[in-house]
């Protein structure tokens, strides 16, 4: 029964964790421990299986969340969420889909790790104050000042306006335009002027040291970049539950290219080539909520 409950809701406690986390290599060890915790535990003492599982899950998450912030603090250039190849049904669940979005996922980033886990499991999950607070060893009445601190905070730092899949994925066909003709005029007309370019290369690939900002310097990054790049070799994907590009060469995944855009505008182009972070761009990871 133990490995029969944990498998049913497998792909839930991974995103879960991988919301807490912004890393599916660590949501996989936060799932491996987890398992370990569930196999010891009396199944004649547990009320509520889900809940009990998401509560080990969000323990364990935290506690990878804290050595994960000292990770960060020397990693070399922009820290960027680990993009996933996700299904189609991802898409269709709307809230699902945004609150895993590269922008999304940024913005959790900005919270602290006890914010970020009553926001994920309150917002995204739908959970009670008093399952939270089990679940962060607090009071139900501190989890409620926690979660209205956490949304007032991702309110103030999340995509402005309705982001549609069409204008998403119509920016990207103009990066592709581009990349096969050398005009950028059209991807330029929808550059927000205070648009932002974040590479992530880990120390290992060639990326931007330090965010680029402004229109004028992304779109000569943009123009630098595009003149290297086969436009055959760029692949429109569902990446977190949104369109994003795939720059694959000799067959291998190089980078993966996603957007923020607000009020019809990209404001931020977030660019993963840390080799590291691409393992899960071959085969469809499944989310749960």
Known sequence: ??????????????????EMLGSAADAEDVLQETWLRWSGVDLDTVENRRAYLVRITTRQALNRLRTLGRRKESYVG?????????????AEDVELADSVSMAM????????PTERAVFVLREVFDLGYDEIAEAID??????????????????????RGSVSRDQ?????????????????????????????????????????PRPIVGVGKVS???????????????QLTQVNGYPALVLRIDG??????????????????????????????????????
């Open 220 to 234: 000569r990054l943009l123009a630098l970049g595009l003149e290297q790049i086969d436009a055959q070799s760029l």
């Open 252 to 289: 291998e995944v190089d980078t993966v290219l996603a957007l923020r855009m607000d009020d019809g505008l990209v404001t931020g182009f977030y660019a993963v080539r840390n080799p590291a972070k691409l393992s899960r761009m071959d085969q469809e990871t499944t989310l749960r909520r």
């Open 78 to 90: 922009p820290w960027l969420p680990e993009p996933l190849l996700t299904a189609p049904d991802v």
């Open 138 to 159: 607090k009071t139900a009445a501190a989890v409620r000042q926690i979660a209205h601190r956490a949304r007032e905070h991702v309110a103030a730092r999340r995509p």
């Open 168 to 208: 998403a994925r119509d920016a990207l066909q103009a990066f592709q335009r581009a990349a096969a003709t050398g005009d950028l005029q059209h991807l330029v007309d929808i550059l927000a002027p205070d648009v932002v370019f974040l590479g992530d290369g880990g120390g290992v690939k060639e990326a931007a």
């Open 1 to 18: 029964m133990h490995t029969e409950t944990f498998v049913e809701h497998r792909n839930l406690l991974f995103t879960v964790a991988y």
């Open 105 to 112: 996922m940024l913005v959790l980033e900005t919270l602290t």
